[in-house]
């Protein structure tokens, strides 16, 4: 017979402790494997969801860290805002020869719990979310940029309103007096709903930006257009007819690619790939950001830099100090293990002196207790990886509803696997002053009665 089957018949005998042992081994386990995958999923999507855009031009007010949360991850609110009027010199103005794509967004109120976010219908076919994926829509499409109330919802939103493509709600945005002049404007037509992205934007309520303006302005797009052309200028203080928004999102271009070719002394010749003076602008160089900082009352921020130094000195640290916790409770829990098998060895002597007497080995009776110990230790880390994943259903919830951040229970991180092989160590360790005890175990006196 096996090795391995004594062993486990040997556990199937003393089942009620065996399985004690194993399920505090798996608390410590389902702590740790909560974590990392916690971790590595808000890890994951926050710096994924950032890096859609270079820079995030926001208000000079409050940190950069607070526009990155307030405009990407719609998480708090931003203290102040910035003249509509600055987005439009980003995007045909002195600063677009810089700039692929700049996306405005307005924050607004909640609705049904969720973040409100006014912005221009391009921010669905202009940008990508996770780095490489286009937005989709599982029912209906993206709003148009002629109809001022038109949304888009996130999946999660939608389900959690109970709305569909077609159906109509009213966010409050504004303080909005209605009079005889300017009365209360229409419902926001849902457009379409977006397939799942797993980003903040599946709890968003997206709202088309000209509709924003006419419920906080009190003036109908054409009126404001009127004020808005007498009084554009590319001055620091001008406002487009008082619009004002919370932040821009800006994509900077990628130049032309200039191909040359050489010859070397064979004649061969070689095409090399020489990109102009700056290929792709790097926020890191700080051109396009302080000229903006100099010219504009702004705060240029960059998204994968500010989450980055979030995790870093806040999240990474929560991260070790529970990771530490979790290891302790593992290492009580294989103590615990280690004094199980200890006791029992009283009452296993005679077993084992028989075992000895029908010709087993020293070093065999020896592999059995380690064995023993290593199938209880990777059993309480099974019973450990499926309570962790267990947990995280009622944890993940909590999770979205705080940082917009949905959380897969089922979602696997690689650094889980590492428990396998800390636990066979464990396992080894625990199991070795007992295995020690049935090495040493004496047949004749053992078999006395």
């Known amino acids: 017979m096996p090795l391995w089957k004594i062993a486990w018949r040997s556990i199937q005998h003393r089942s009620l402790a065996s399985a004690l042992t194993a399920f505090s081994m798996g608390l410590g386990v389902a702590l ?17 969801s950032a890096q859609g855009y270079d820079i995030v031009v926001g208000p000079p007010k409050g940190s950069p860290l607070e526009v990155v949360l307030g405009a990407v991850f719609y998480s ?25 794509t700049a996306i405005p967004i307005a924050l607004g109120d909640h609705i049904f719990g969720m973040p409100v976010i006014a912005t221009a219908p391009k921010y669905f076919t202009k940008l990508k979310y996770l780095e490489k994926y286009n937005y989709t829509f599982s029912s209906g499409g993206n709003m148009s940029a002629d109809s001022d109330f038109e949304a888009v ?74 004020v808005m052309s007498k009084r554009q200028t590319e ?36 095409v090399n790939i020489e990109r ?16 903006l900082v100099q010219d504009l009352d702004v705060q240029v921020a960059k998204p994968a830099y500010e989450i980055t130094r979030l995790f870093e000195m806040i999240v990474g640290k929560i ?33 084992i002196a028989i075992m000895r007497a029908l010709g087993a080995k020293r070093a ?14 990777l059993g309480g880390g099974l019973i450990g990886m499926v309570i962790g994943h267990g947990l995280l259903i009622g944890i993940g919830p909590i999770i979205a509803s705080a940082v917009m951040v949905v959380v ?19 396992a080894s360790l625990v199991g070795y002053l007992p295995a020690v005890i049935a090495y040493r175990t004496d047949v004749a006196q053992s078999l006395n009665p």
Do not use: C, W
């Not at 740790?32 to 994951?44: D, S, T």
């Not at 509509?84 to 700039?99: A, K």
């Not at 590492?418 to 160590?425: N, Q």
């Open 153 to 226: 919802l996130g999946y999660t939103a939608a389900k959690k309103a109970k709305l569909k493509a077609g159906d109509k709600f009213k966010p409050t945005l504004a303080k909005h007096i209605p009079s005889k002049e300017f009365p209360e404007p229409d419902s926001f037509t849902v457009a379409g709903i977006l397939d799942p992205t797993g980003t903040p934007n599946d709890q968003a309520f997206f709202i088309n930006i000209e509709g924003f303006f006419i419920m906080n302005d009190h003036l109908p797009k054409s009126a404001l257009n009127d």
């Open 235 to 270: 001055d620091k203080g001008t406002e487009a007819g008082g619009k004002r928004i919370s932040a821009v999102l800006v994509l900077t271009k990628v130049q032309d690619i200039k191909p040359t070719v050489t010859k070397d002394e064979r004649g061969m010749e070689t």
């Open 364 to 377: 065999t009776v020896m592999s059995i207790i380690l064995l023993e110990s290593i199938l209880l230790s």
């Open 319 to 351: 991260q070790i100090v529970l990771i530490i916790f979790a290891v302790l409770v593992i290492f009580v829990a294989g103590i615990g293990m280690m004094v199980s098998i200890y006791n029992s060895m009283n009452e296993r002597r005679q077993e």
């Open 408 to 426: 897969n229970p089922f979602h696997f991180q690689p650094m889980e696997l590492a428990l396998i092989p800390g636990l066979l160590v464990l």
């Open 276 to 291: 102009l003076e700056s290929q792709k602008f790097d926020p890191a160089t700080m051109s396009l950001a302080d000229r």
């Open 76 to 100: 708090g609110y931003l203290s102040d805002t910035i003249p509509y009027d600055y987005f439009r010199q980003l995007e045909t103005g002195r600063y677009s020869p810089e700039v692929e």
């Open 32 to 48: 740790v494997v909560a974590v990392i995958v916690i971790y590595g999923v808000l890890n994951q999507t926050f710096m994924r």
